[in-house]
């Protein structure tokens, strides 16, 4: 398949820690309370970067449409769908949404807490936007999960369930104050799956539209760190899920992922289950437009096998499943507390293979995990050599700060590296796609391929396939013929003229492109500007008021 930012999804679960904010942390900032604005004080950087800080312009006072925000997301696509509900909130609000950093007057950064690397690079962006003379405002797993870091001290951060709160927040760090929202969302002492999801949102593919189901997990599992932010389960109602979805299809969208930590524990907090909320959306999917199911662990499938099997193979649900399974070994499956063994996965594989035809599995593998021994890599490449899984998302592991793998014995780091080479020799000397020359697929058009010279569709399977940049081919179902196949796509020819293209979309606006990290429909854009603008403006006046009378 093509390298596309958004495949790039982690398993993300971990165990409750001594790092957790308490109970103080949690409930200083009361829905019904005015925030308590203080004066940011120092950040703690380094001497390097402290000696080169640009000054800030304070802002006395916030007109709407006068400040531009810059938003940067890491990580799964929880994390994006959070980004896009925050930065809807801010254009509805009228700030002014830019991709230029350097122009920006504020930076929003939304972290990711699943390995170092991604970590690393969020500290780095805060000191360069630091170092820039600009105003940074946090969000996400990292600061939700450690909120103390040095590197933390003095931001404004927005919890991961506080993202309806960004425009307040966004607001008092321009003027110089520093904002923290880290609480639960709750209602009658229940916890909730997040922020309504109702709210407006920019979407990064004004086509795609992610919805978060749940947020939070049932695993205890010892290697992630995401648990520390996102919690025990919590999942929305089916009926708020099944509005937002009919909500997208109106605004244009014509295909559906949903998100979460384990969808498959979807419902088990609420009475509810993954299959009864699948049916609904199954009923309000239109014709031509497509549902993609998120990213399920084993044990909180198994029980459903015979019901997902019939939804995947429903012709409005792609044939496609992301179950990690993170290693072939019984033995380090159990360090790793995943709550299932080797013959569980291959029952699910074997189980929907067999009932779903043509059905794409993808799974992770984590390399190197503490205690790991030769045979039970063994194990590992001989699952993997079983099953040819066409997407394998091969990781080393990374012990995160808190977690109870970061207190076990690590193997040497040339053999982690050793294990993680041999596994992706494996995994590159297969093509899942080869003989496929001369197929014919029907293909909805929804992205543009990383190297910007391809629109990039899915078949049933969702399989990836590339076709030439033809006007007015995004957002449209058309047939296709296989005229050539590499490791991780097929590239295709059009069958038909535009006459017979099936545009998917249910709204009178036709979804225009931008190639920036975050796009509204041009013509809409045109169209609304002024009612935005209005609604900003009798925003801060009500906002002003409830503040000062």
């Given amino acids: 398949m093509v390298e596309l930012e958004e495949n790039n999804i982690a398993d993300i679960e971990d165990l409750i820690s001594p790092e957790d904010i308490k109970p103080i942390e949690r409930y200083h900032n009361k829905k019904n309370v005015t925030v308590r604005a203080k004066k940011r004080s120092a950040v703690k950087l380094s001497a390097e970067v402290s000696d080169e800080l640009a000054p800030k312009i304070i802002q006395q006072s916030i007109i709407p449409g006068s400040q531009k925000v810059y938003v940067k997301t890491w990580g799964c696509s929880h994390n994006n769908s959070d980004s896009e509900y925050m930065a809807g909130q801010l254009a509805a609000y009228g700030y002014q949404l830019t991709d230029a950093k350097d122009k920006a007057d504020l930076w929003l950064l939304n972290s990711c807490t699943v390995k170092n690397p991604s970590e690393d690079t969020f500290r780095n962006e805060i000191e360069n936007g630091m170092r820039n003379g600009k105003h940074v405002v946090v969000a996400g797993c990292v600061p939700q999960g450690a909120p103390k870091a040095d590197y933390l001290r003095g931001l404004s951060v927005i919890g991961v369930q506080q993202i309806d709160r960004v425009v307040e927040v966004v607001e008092e760090t321009l003027k110089g104050h520093s904002v923290r929202l880290l609480q639960n969302k709750k209602q009658q002492g229940k916890r909730l799956g997040g922020a309504n999801l109702a709210l407006p949102k920019v979407r990064k593919n004004p086509l795609i539209e992610i919805i978060p189901i749940n947020t939070g997990c049932l695993n205890q599992c010892t290697y992630c760190k995401t648990k520390h932010a996102r919690g025990d389960l919590a999942s929305y109602p089916p009926e708020e899920i099944v509005a937002r979805a009919q909500q997208s299809f109106n605004e244009g969208c014509c295909e559906i992922w949903l998100t979460s930590e384990d969808t498959g524990a979807y419902g088990r907090d609420i009475g509810s289950s993954l299959p009864e909320l699948l049916w609904q959306l199954v009923d309000v999917i239109p014709e031509n437009c497509m549902l993609r199911v998120g990213m399920t662990n084993p044990p909180y499938i198994l029980e459903h096998l015979e019901e997902i099997?019939?939804?995947?193979?429903?012709?409005?649900?792609?044939?496609?499943?992301?179950?990690?399974?993170?290693?072939?070994?019984?033995?380090?499956?159990?360090?790793?507390?995943?709550?299932?063994?080797?013959?569980?996965?291959?029952?699910?594989?074997?189980?929907?293979?067999?009932?779903?035809?043509?059905?794409?599995?993808?799974?992770?593998?984590?390399?190197?995990?503490?205690?790991?021994?030769?045979?039970?890599?063994?194990?590992?490449?001989?699952?993997?050599?079983?099953?040819?899984?066409?997407?394998?998302?091969?990781?080393?592991?990374?012990?995160?700060?808190?977690?109870?793998?970061?207190?076990?014995?690590?193997?040497?780091a040339n053999l982690v590296k050793k294990r993680t080479k041999r596994l992706a020799e494996l995994f590159n000397s297969y093509y899942p796609y080869k003989g496929r020359e001369g197929e014919i697929y029907n293909v909805l058009v929804t992205e543009i391929s990383h190297d910007k010279q391809h629109y990039v569709g899915h078949n049933k399977s969702y399989e990836q396939v590339l076709l030439p940049m033809r006007k007015n081919l995004l957002g449209t179902s058309v047939r296709v013929r296989i005229i050539g196949t590499t490791k991780f796509s097929m590239n295709a020819e059009l069958l038909d003229e535009e006459t017979n293209w099936t545009r998917c979309s249910q709204s009178s606006q036709t979804a225009s492109w931008n190639k920036s990290s975050f796009c509204i429909n041009e013509p809409l854009k045109q169209k609304c500007l002024g009612s935005v603008l209005l609604m900003g403006f009798v925003a801060f006046i009500f906002q002003w008021l409830w503040r000062h009378l």
């Fill in 309 to 412: 099997a019939k939804i995947l193979k429903h012709p409005r649900v792609y044939s496609f499943l992301h179950v990690p399974v993170q290693s072939g070994s019984d033995a380090v499956l159990g360090d790793m507390k995943r709550e299932y063994c080797r013959e569980d996965f291959e029952q699910v594989v074997d189980f929907l293979r067999g009932k779903v035809p043509k059905l794409t599995i993808a799974t992770d593998i984590i390399c190197g995990f503490p205690g790991e021994t030769e045979q039970d890599f063994e194990e590992t490449i001989n699952l993997c050599e079983k099953y040819r899984f066409p997407s394998l998302f091969i990781n080393q592991f990374y012990p995160r700060p808190g977690t109870p793998g970061a207190k076990m014995s690590r193997i040497p």
